[in-house]
């Protein structure tokens, strides 16, 4: 992937957000009879302004493309026309003024949810949520979970993919406490197990959750049957076949595709003697590797596809798909989870609990917004709707300049009966200032060091 396949996507996402988010402000506004100015997505000098509407409302393109902003009618920000003060922002009742700021968040949320809603009425290929043990002393193996065990459901909720189940195992882990998995196993008998999350740390900054489960994805056993052999390949010049299947290399015995693979990318340039079984008859014959760089990493390749007879059985993907109530309901569902969850992790690194590690900046969702564009569509959908969602969360925190501090502003005039002092106003968009920069500078500071650290 080039630097393009990671900025345009993130760009598309990040316009996206800005824009919804602002409109939700700017519709309201109208919908109060305030007079909205300027429209603007992007901070600093506009380099595209074009004025529309009755108001002449200006619709700007700032330099700096990482927020944007409504300016409405407002006293306190210059000369007002008394033909006009009934629609500036300050004369408005406080009730209108919290909708008004409340209503940009309010669309990130709305949008997460059209967009869930989209993907799952659409339905999409999903990684089954199938386990598989990765070590012996281990919350699983204490379950009695055995490799191939097809999660149905978690607590009686019920999981239709690997996501789900890490979403669902995530919530459940941050409650502290067992859970009873409905399991299906790999012949076909379906039973309980208790899995005791109790103790295990949601985040200890170097491994994942399900990691320290003892889980991980169930993969079938593919055995090394070759499919199409490339005609330019270290496969082909060495006379293997579509069909053979490997036995051995260097005497080493391989029990499936996997293995093979493995042994082939790490023996680039070598030559390996290959025992093959061809119909009924055993064959060796010498292979040498093809020597492939990605990513400034060296391997090894042979020019072969797997058999797509050997690659059937027990898939490891699922179709996913709801109806159009079932959806919607989930896409909400999803998006209040998502919400919850990203306030507890929020506090949860305030108390230590969860590493700040996980603060992410810019370049880090550039990168996830490149991968899953990569990915497919329905994946690229659902990491916009996930950034939405922490958008409109982070703007709901009681921070003077994000709409939480104007929110919780408005929440104390209503209950005492009058405006905060300007005075006040003036210390706390200050203090919030100080406090988002510290945030951006810490999010920054975590990008460079996930570069540098790979």
């Not at 012996?136 to 239709?160: K, M």
């Not at 230590?352 to 917004?369: F, H, Q, R």
Request: with cysteine; proline share 4%.
């Amino acid at each position: 992937m080039n630097l393009l396949d990671y900025l345009i996507p993130f760009a598309f996402a990040l316009g996206l957000l800005i824009l919804i988010h602002e409109l939700g402000h700017y519709l309201v506004a109208r919908w109060c009879g305030v007079k909205v100015l300027r429209f603007s997505v992007g901070f600093g000098k506009p380099l595209l302004v074009r004025r529309a509407g009755r108001d002449g409302t200006e619709w700007a393109l700032g330099a700096f493309p990482l927020g944007g902003y409504v300016k409405m009618l407002d006293e306190r920000e210059g000369e007002v026309a008394a033909a006009e003060r009934h629609r500036a922002f300050n004369r408005q009742p406080v009730l209108r003024r919290f909708a008004i700021v409340a209503a940009g968040p309010l669309a990130n949320f709305l949008l997460a949810i059209a967009l869930y809603w989209g993907i799952f009425v659409a339905g999409s290929d999903e990684l089954s949520p199938r386990l598989a043990l990765t070590a012996a002393s281990t919350p699983a193996a204490a379950a009695g979970i055995q490799d191939g065990d097809l999660v149905l459901a978690v607590d009686d909720e019920q999981v239709r993919s690997w996501q789900e189940l890490r979403w669902v195992l995530l919530r459940h882990a941050l409650d502290n406490r067992r859970v009873v998995l409905q399991i299906r196993t790999l012949e076909d008998v379906e039973t309980l197990r208790t899995l005791d999350l109790t103790g295990i740390p949601v985040d200890d900054g170097q491994t994942d959750l399900i990691a320290r489960i003892g889980v991980s994805p169930w993969r079938p056993l593919i055995p090394a049957v070759f499919g199409k052999v490339a005609e330019d390949g270290a496969a082909a010049r060495a006379g293997l076949r579509s069909g053979d299947e490997v036995i051995s290399i260097d005497g080493e015995a391989i029990d499936g595709w996997s293995a093979m693979v493995a042994k082939v990318r790490a023996s680039a340039g070598e030559v390996l003697l290959f025992q093959i079984r061809r119909a009924n008859e055993m064959l060796e014959l010498s292979v040498r590797p093809d020597e492939a760089n990605e990513q400034g990493q060296r391997f090894g390749r042979i020019g072969v596809a797997v058999a797509e007879a050997a690659s059937g059985g027990v898939s490891m993907f699922t179709r996913v798909r709801y109806g159009p109530i079932e959806g919607f309901a989930k896409a909400v569902r999803q998006t209040w989870e998502t919400s919850v969850l990203s306030l507890q992790m929020i506090g949860r690194m305030f108390t230590g609990e969860v590493s700040w590690k996980n603060l992410s900046g810019p370049v880090t969702i550039a990168d996830y917004a490149g991968q899953t564009a990569q990915l497919g569509l329905g994946h690229y959908l659902k990491f916009v709707a996930l950034i939405s969602i922490s958008l409109g969360v982070l703007n709901l925190l009681p921070i003077p300049v994000l709409d939480g501090g104007h929110l919780l502003y408005y929440t104390i005039e209503i209950i005492k009966g009058g405006p905060i002092p300007e005075r006040i106003m003036e210390i706390g968009q200050q203090i919030g200032l100080v406090l988002l920069a510290l945030l951006m500078a810490f999010a920054f500071y975590n990008d460079i060091n996930r570069l540098i650290s790979g």
